[in-house]
């Protein structure tokens, strides 16, 4: 079992930054991939960024990439998505996600970003 707890999200105006952590606890986190997704309103959810167990690779989705930079530091149990440049069409509720034969998600932070 893992627990995700996302903090960090809020209101900005676009053009601007944000810096979402999310701390697990339970199992070993260095064991894990993790990734971030997103969901706007009436919308599916989606792959935002991943980031390898050791932090060594990294992959995001090309409509973040170039703006958002997902790391993690396996000693304080946290992964972070730094989030710049940010736009409206950015605005959704952020989810971590460790990645194993079962996915573990938290519980979401809200990101606004206002025009």
């Known amino acids: 079992q893992v627990r995700l707890v996302e903090s960090g999200g809020g209101l900005v105006q676009a053009g601007g930054s944000l810096t979402l952590s999310c701390a697990a606890s339970g199992r070993t986190f260095s064991a894990y991939a993790m990734a971030w997704f997103r969901q706007a309103p009436g919308k599916e959810r989606e792959f935002v960024a991943r980031i390898s167990s050791t932090g060594g690779s990294t992959y995001y989705a090309d409509s973040v990439k170039g703006r958002f930079t997902i790391s993690r530091d396996n000693a304080k149990n946290t992964v972070y998505l730094q989030m710049n440049g940010l736009k409206p069409e950015d605005t959704a509720v952020y989810y971590c996600?460790?990645?194993?034969?079962?996915?573990?998600w938290g519980q979401g932070t809200q990101v606004t970003v206002s025009s």
């Open positions: 996600s460790a990645r194993a034969a079962v996915n573990y």
